[in-house]
């Protein structure tokens, strides 16, 4: 059993910078694809970036690409989200969720945008984007 806590979120401008972080508290997600998703009100669940177990595939949300950015440290057993020049629509509470394994068939960027791939959620944060 994992636990995932997600902590940095709050008010940002728009055009400025913020960083969210997802810690394993039992540090047993070493081995495990992680992924952000964020949810406004009304909607449904959102892929926003994932990262394999290694960190060195990364996949984003295309409303996200080329402003936000994936990371992971597994010393730390902790994954980031750093935000940059964050949109007004971009409000909304984010999650981050540790993958144990696909399962099915998938490939890419199918698996890790999936919810269904994902066995343990952090309690979300809420991010407010505005001026």
């Known amino acids: 059993q994992e636990r995932l806590v997600v902590s940095g979120g709050g008010l940002v401008q728009p055009g400025g910078s913020l960083r969210l972080s997802c810690a394993a508290v039992?540090?047993?997600?070493?081995?495990?694809?992680i992924g952000w998703f964020r949810q406004a009100r009304g909607t449904d669940r959102e892929f926003v970036a994932a990262i394999n177990w290694g960190g060195g595939v990364m996949y984003y949300g295309d409303s996200v690409k080329g402003r936000f950015t994936i990371s992971r440290d597994n010393v730390q057993h902790a994954v980031h989200l750093q935000k940059n020049r964050p949109k007004p629509e971009d409000k909304a509470v984010y999650f981050c969720?540790?993958?144990?394994?696909?399962?099915?068939?998938?490939?890419?960027?199918?698996?890790?945008?999936?919810?269904?791939?994902?066995?343990?959620w952090g309690q979300g944060t809420q991010v407010t984007v505005s001026s």
């Open positions: 969720a540790a993958s144990v394994g696909f399962r099915g068939r998938c490939s890419g960027i199918d698996c890790y945008e999936n919810v269904v791939h994902y066995t343990y």
């Open positions: 039992e540090r047993t997600t070493g081995n495990y694809a």
